[in-house]
């Protein structure tokens, strides 16, 4: 396995763990009473993310330009490994949402008392910092999955376009990456598909899912709704997000395949 490979699946799994911690934000916040500062102070892992997100393509784009040059085999085997790194990083972030809601619960807190970031940061490495991060680790209670659709409206249309959105989104820029791979002669066509596969996904996101929870959110911030079915959404979207993942696998070639035949139409 060469470097850049171990380049990509790190950065693969940082921009998918930081995603689905994403999905405790809203718990934190009105946990907290402080919805807005939450997601200004996880804004912060979000831009760590999107730097990640930045090389990752690029990398994976030299890998690609540079099997096609040498004429080396199919390098599809690489490009199921970072989808199978997507899986995996979901999962560990599904099962360390407990203990960042608590974690990040204390920053939060500390951020609105201190109005320091530079303080937070200090806090978060002295000895009391680790010694949170030791007191706030807790394992996920599998007790509470056996419950999931007893404490309120199982979403099945959202839950659906979520796994449909995050399938897409896992597979926009690999698959029109490998294209490339396809048809060597489109590759620049193939690559730029990318953005307009992302952007419907994108779409479906902020039509269905985004609007969803934005809605709970208040509801539960103004006593309509209860919190514990609101954490119960969010775990039900969070193994909307891994089947999404996991469904990634199988449409990856159609979708590669697909974008070529696109590409060659255009």
């Not at 040498?70 to 390098?75: D, E, M, Q, S």
């Not at 997000?241 to 696998?249: H, N, S």
Request: net charge positive.
């Amino acid at each position: 396995m060469s470097a850049q490979i171990l380049w990509v699946l790190l950065l693969t799994f940082l921009i998918n763990l930081i995603s689905t911690l994403s999905y405790s934000v809203r718990i934190v916040g009105i946990r907290t009473r402080k919805i807005a500062v939450s997601f200004a102070l996880f804004n912060v892992l979000v831009l760590v993310s999107r730097t990640a997100n930045g090389f990752q393509a690029p990398i994976l784009a030299n890998i690609v330009e540079k099997n096609i040059r040498l004429g080396r085999a199919n390098p599809i085997d690489q490009f199921y490994w970072v989808l199978w790194m997507t899986s995996l990083s979901t999962l560990v972030g599904a099962l360390l949402i407990p203990s960042f809601q608590r974690l990040f619960s204390y920053a939060v807190v500390h951020f609105s008392r201190h109005k320091s970031m530079p303080g937070l940061v200090l806090a978060s490495v002295s000895s009391r910092g680790f010694d949170l991060i030791r007191s706030s680790t807790v394992a996920p209670s599998f007790q509470n999955m056996t419950r999931l659709v007893d404490k309120g409206p199982f979403p099945w249309r959202v839950f659906v376009f979520n796994v449909v959105a995050v399938a897409v989104l896992t597979v926009g820029v690999l698959a029109s990456l490998y294209a490339g791979y396809l048809n060597p002669g489109l590759r620049t066509t193939s690559s730029n598909l990318s953005s307009v596969i992302n952007g419907l996904a994108t779409i479906l996101m902020f039509l269905f899912i985004d609007p969803y929870l934005s809605i709970l959110t208040d509801e539960v911030a103004e006593g309509k709704y209860q919190e514990p079915a609101f954490r119960n959404q969010v775990v039900i979207l969070v193994i909307a997000r891994l089947l999404g993942t996991l469904l990634a696998q199988l449409v990856f070639l159609p979708a590669s395949q697909l974008i070529v035949l696109i590409a060659e139409h255009m």
